[in-house]
């Protein structure tokens, strides 16, 4: 423990604060006092008050910096990151000295050790900062629900339950009812829905050319294989809002044929709309000291987790396993919350060729809604004279140069480009 002890005289006034954020949540705590850093009588509290405030959030963004060229197990090298002080001067904006102070009780009052842990701030320590760290810790929520739902229970768990309530508000809830709701109805422009089907062979493209109908229609449930967002034997209905991305979606070779049809609504579906929920955590709010900070952040990447697992291809290699997390997902916002399907975004296609965002989009329309009850009938028609026969002739692939990998390069494969 070093000599340092907080005193009347380590008070910080809240104008040497450059967060706003730290100085909101300090602000019913302060009182007058000297400021030891800028000299002035003003609302102020101790230091040590300071750092209590920043500690957890700090904890959770900072790691220890690796050691470099350390294969051996061994520190052989200069280690990664930056000292604490100089962390908290250029992050953070305090002065130097004020930022030593922080430092100093940081380590000193670090308990880690009496948990039982690793002590995270230690003396001669770098730390490098990891805002992937928060993603990390969310991209784990998202593999922790996806073992228990494939390991522990096929339904949900008390614990998945609470992670699809914190991601997406519990049935009723304010939060479910302000969830982002994309309409498809015949009386709004853009509603149509688009199928393809791929063929392999003239005889199987002449079949799906007679029986267009049937052909398009999503397989009857004896037939129906897992999806991403159905469990085998549960139909459901995968579409696009543009013939395009239809086409694209199924990934057809080059001189494949593709048979690809429009589909009219006959009642108002309810689809939750994905790309905009994901987007409304964004930006993240500039200062981890922001208050729901970590709530946010931890909603953002499991929303990600979740585009991303949905738009991956289906691979012959694939477990149906692989596909219960996303379908447990699906069947809270359709039997829970009770949407009638979801928008999600193509993986597939370029969107900056688009005029706007919809028509890059793929829809499922779930079992219950793709039928109409009095009279029975389907809630999904196929336009008659719609339907197209394409031939693929090229297929385009977009890429860039990446460095060889290290540590994260898969997950840099997130970010866009
Ligand atoms: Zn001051």
Known sequence: MSDFQPDEESNVCLNCIPDKHLRAALNGDAAVTHCKYCG???????????????????????????????????????????????ILQDRFGFDDELAADIARLL???EVAELRGDEPL??????????????????????NDFEWRIKHTSRFFDSQCLMLLEQILGAAGSPEATELPVYLLDSEIAGSSVFRARRTESHDEL????????????????????????????????????????????????????VVVGEFIPQKTFRLLDLPKLAASTKPLPDSIFAPNYFDLANRDAILDDFQSQITKPIQPHDQELDYVPTQAFAEYVGNVLGFDGILYASAQHN??????????????IFQDSLWIDQPFRPSLLLAADSVEVVRITAVNYHKVVEPFPDDDWYDRLREPV
């Open 351 to 364: 969107e900056e060729s688009l005029s706007d965002r919809e028509t890059g989009s793929n829809v499922v």
């Open 121 to 142: 701030f230690v003396d001669g320590e770098n730390y490098e900062w990891h805002v992937q760290h928060v993603q990390g810790e969310s991209s784990s929520a998202w």
């Open 206 to 257: 002449r079949e799906v050319c007679e029986n267009t109908e049937t052909q398009l229609a999503p397989h009857p449930p004896c037939l129906a294989t897992a999806g991403r967002m159905n469990p085998r034997g549960i139909v459901v209905f995968y579409g696009a809002l543009s013939p395009d991305v239809a086409v694209s979606e199924i990934r057809p070779s080059v001189g494949s044929a």
């Open 107 to 109: 380590i000193d009052n």
């Open 40 to 86: 002035k009588l003003s609302a102020g509290v101790s230091v040590d008050d300071l750092t209590k405030e920043m500690r957890d959030p700090l904890e959770r963004c900072l790691a220890q910096g690796d050691y470099l060229g350390d294969h051996s197990g061994y520190p052989l090298g200069e280690q990664k990151g930056d000292s604490l002080d100089c």
